[in-house]
Each structure stands twice: as structure tokens, then as C-alpha cells.
């Protein structure tokens, strides 16, 4: 697949089993496992520019194209739970809505900087859905996990993926949900 990603701009992509420097530590050890890893790319980038708005200007790379993962926290008395929302850049995730209501929290939000970092084992801003602790719910929006190509995040601000929807729609723990971006 490398090579022929319409939505790469100015990226050079490379085959992300065959580049595991690239990715957060979580990340790599997911790929090892993942079936369906040669089907993503990684592309070095300058970190500065990981944000995704920065991202897309900088490299050609198209805004619709490139979907965002955040960490929710959903609280019920003293449980937390976490979740990750993957939405396409030209969304936002129903947090008070929809993720409250999954997580059966009496209160959602977006979980402190701090915990989605340590928690996760990525930097903030590069936060992705391959390779998040395996208690957590990974819920995507139906235009994410249909979507042919997308740039995400790699665990790092240096790098990005490359991936089909569907292969992160067959994550563990993933599910489509409905109304999840607005």
C-alpha cells in the first residue's frame, strides 16, 4: 500500500512494521501483533507541526482526511473510565452525549493532559487508537471507520500513520458508534 496514499501530500510514507522507531513504544508493540499491519504507513514529520490543523496546511495533507483521537474520562461516584473517540478532524465527539451515556457516567469529559499521557504511554498531540491500554473502549465514528485512508496520530508528535478505516473499525476493543461526531 505504501506509496499509493492519495491523501500523503508532501509525506513520505513508509511501511510502519519496518519503521517501529517511528511510533511510540505502545504503538510498536501493537503492530508486532497487529494482522493487518503492513497495510499502514508511517511518514516522519516535524514535530512542531503534529497538530492537525499546522499538520495539513504544512504538508498538503487534506483536513477531512486526518481523524482525531482523544481520550475521554467518564466518572460514576468515584470509578473513572477511559475511552478513546477517533472522529475526523471536521468533527467533534459527542463527549457529554453519546461517549457519557457509553461509558455510563454520570459525567464525561476530556480526560486531564496528564492522565491521557501517563495512561496511554504517548505524547499529547499524538495520541492515537493502536496500541491504548486494552481496558478501553475505542469508539469511532461510522465516517472514520469507513473512510479508504486517514492520517492519525503515532504515539509520537514526530511521525504519523497512514490507515485504512477498517482496519482500525477490527482494533480490539473497537466499536462503530453512531452519533459519536457532530
Known amino acids: 500500500m505504501v506509496g499509493v496514499w492519495t491523501i500523503a501530500g508532501t509525506l513520505s510514507p513508509l511501511p510502519a512494521p519496518a519503521r517501529l522507531d517511528l511510533v511510540a513504544a505502545p504503538v510498536a508493540a501493537a503492530l508486532r501483533s497487529l494482522p493487518d499491519a503492513a497495510r499502514l504507513a508511517v511518514a516522519e514529520i516535524d514535530p512542531a507541526l503534529a497538530d492537525t490543523a499546522e499538520f495539513c496546511a504544512h504538508y498538503g495533507s487534506p483536513l477531512e482526511a486526518s481523524a482525531n483521537c482523544v481520550v475521554v474520562a467518564g466518572k460514576r461516584g468515584e470509578t473513572v473510565r477511559y475511552a478513546a473517540c477517533v472522529v475526523l478532524a471536521t468533527t467533534r465527539a459527542d463527549v457529554n452525549g453519546v461517549v457519557r451515556r457509553r461509558l455510563d457516567a454520570r459525567k464525561a469529559s476530556f480526560a486531564p493532559m496528564d492522565d491521557a499521557v501517563s495512561l496511554s504511554g504517548m505524547e499529547y498531540g499524538g495520541i492515537t487508537p493502536i496500541g491504548l491500554p486494552g481496558d478501553w473502549p475505542v469508539l469511532l465514528s461510522p465516517e472514520v471507520a469507513a473512510a479508504p485512508e486517514l492520517v492519525i496520530g503515532s ?15 477490527k482494533l480490539p476493543g473497537a466499536e462503530v458508534v453512531e452519533g459519536l461526531a457532530r
Open 155 to 169: 504515539g509520537i508528535r514526530g511521525s504519523k500513520l497512514l490507515v485504512p478505516g477498517e482496519v482500525l473499525a
